[in-house]
């Protein structure tokens, strides 16, 4: 099996985000001024598909929520974590059966057991960085 890397590159990224179409938006608000609402709909709006999961909420952005990334039964292309990097771990397990091509953990959220973890399954892995904030810049 073909070993995921760490993607720090703006064409490694702009390879993601140009063959990826379904995300799934781990810790995903429901309050518009969080910005894990702003990076989802800014998504929807160039037209990703959004898969909300939060366990607490029912609809977030016109979207049905999952409870968590096991209640996903469909291909995903990038899981996009908005949870601290302490409580990333449990995710990256959850998401080993998803095999989504990259496991992309928000600006200011690094993990490196998890990273292992998931580069090892064939998973690639992005950390610290805003999928907005490089999408924006890189489709200009």
């Known amino acids: 099996m073909k070993k995921g890397k760490i993607l720090t590159e703006d064409i490694e990224i702009k390879s993601v985000l140009e063959n990826s179409k379904t995300i799934a938006v781990l810790g995903l608000s429901p309050k518009p001024e969080r910005d894990s609402n702003m990076v989802a709909s800014y998504l929807k709006d160039k037209g990703f ?9 029912k609809e ?10 096991n209640d996903i039964k469909e291909p995903v292309d990038i899981i996009d974590v908005f949870r601290q990097s302490t409580q990333v ?9 998803l095999k989504p091509k990259v496991f992309w953990m928000q600006l200011s959220i690094e993990n490196q057991e998890a990273a292992e973890l998931l580069t090892e399954a064939g998973i690639d892995v992005i950390m610290n960085r805003c999928i907005k904030i490089d999408h924006a810049k890189l489709f200009r």
């Open 49 to 57: 598909k959004i898969l909300p999961v939060n366990p607490a909420q």
């Open 60 to 69: 977030i952005l016109g979207e049905n929520v999952f409870v968590s990334l």
């Open 89 to 97: 771990l449990p995710h990256a397990h959850e998401a080993l059966r």
